[in-house]
């Protein structure tokens, strides 16, 4: 799986909702491998935070770059920017392989 961008308070940072960001943020918040199949659903907004962070942490990491930004970091960009949260769920979704609305083509 390949890295995408999302762009939050007009910056643009590497996102990757793999298999390394899904332990990543299970390990942070304690959540079990059956529970995973769940993010997204009534979470709170700390939870959101660190998933949103784990992704973009190992989009850094998979983009071979250094990550500096921090949780806080994150938070403060997203203060002015809340429909970020939205859309980094969104491709969490994709990346995920779920039901993003776009019709697939049938394979031959």
Known sequence: ???????????KLPIKFGFNALRKYSKKTNTKLQDLDK???????DNALTLIFCGIEDGFRAAKQEC?????????????DFNSI???MEILTEQMGGNTGKKQKAKK
């Not at 799986?1 to 910056?11: C, G, L, Q």
């Not at 993010?39 to 907004?45: E, F, I, Q, R, V």
């Not at 500096?68 to 002015?80: E, F, G, R």
Request: no cysteine; charged share 30%.
């Open 68 to 80: 500096k930004l921090t949780v806080d970091d994150l938070a403060d960009l997203i203060d002015s």
């Open 1 to 11: 799986m390949k890295y995408t961008f999302i762009e939050i308070n007009k910056e």
């Open 39 to 45: 993010l997204g659903a009534d979470m709170t907004l």
């Open 86 to 88: 939205g859309k980094a």
